[in-house]
Every structure is written in structure tokens, then in C-alpha cells.
């Protein structure tokens, strides 16, 4: 199993938990963080753990900034907890979930992505 994090629509992050013969994908609010809540919820529909997940890839460059950031943040955090591999990759380079499988396993475990923004951050007081 492997998990796709799609934070560029700006009102939801798309969460997809995919194989090579299967994807479940939901969504969960921008303004809301209930990521880990959706990947819980996957996981628990499959009747999969998270030690199943060999992999994650993860959408950057597109997107709120601060969807973005979550987005990478946990990706990062469960890749590092699993000791997985991460794929960063750009909207545009977005593929047919399962011609993701050998890129996001050709990553080394234990190297990390870095969140690449479209904007600067609007942050209102």
C-alpha cells in the first residue's frame, strides 16, 4: 500500500491509500487539519495498518500554503515513524497512481522532502 497526498485544490487535501490493483481516495477541509483523521479512516476501510504503507508521495508547489506545509509535515512524520520512502513531486508530474510505485520506491528511507509553495503565505491578524 502506498499513500498520496494531493493538497493543491484549494478548498481540500486529497488523501488516496493505492496499490497497483486498488486506490481509495477521500478528501478532507483545507481549513479544517483532519488529515490524519482521513488516513485513519482509509487504513481502517482496507482493514490495513499503517505498517502496511511501503510508501508516500506527496504533491508540492501547488496549492495554500499552509495545506502545503501540512501536507509535507505529515508526510515526512509518517515516513520517518515507518521508515519509508517519500516522493515530493510537482502537480504536472502527478501520474497514474500505479506509475508512482517505482518512483516513490526508488527513494532512499530517511531522506525527507521539502514543501515548495506556489505563493507566499497570507496570513491575516
Not at 493505492?18 to 487504513?43: G, H, M, P, R
Not at 519509508?84 to 527513494?107: D, M, R
Amino acid at each position: 500500500m502506498y499513500l498520496l497526498f494531493d493538497p493543491s485544490d484549494d478548498q481540500q487535501v486529497q488523501v488516496t491509500l493505492f496499490d497497483a490493483s486498488f486506490s481509495e481516495q477521500k478528501s478532507c477541509s483545507t481549513k479544517k487539519s483532519d488529515i490524519l483523521l482521513v488516513i485513519d479512516e482509509l487504513l481502517k476501510e482496507k482493514q490495513t495498518s499503517a505498517d502496511q504503507v511501503q510508501g508516500i508521495a506527496v504533491v508540492v508547489g501547488a496549492g495554500r500554503f499552509t495545506s502545503t506545509r501540512i501536507a509535507t509535515v505529515v508526510a515526512n512524520s509518517f515516513a520517518y515513524v515507518q521508515q519509508i520512502p517519500v516522493l515530493a513531486l510537482q502537480k504536472q508530474g502527478l501520474k497514474e497512481l500505479t506509475e508512482l510505485i517505482p518512483e516513490i520506491e526508488k527513494q532512499t528511507p530517511g531522506e525527507y522532502v521539502s514543501a515548495t509553495y506556489s505563493g507566499q503565505p497570507n496570513i491575516n491578524v
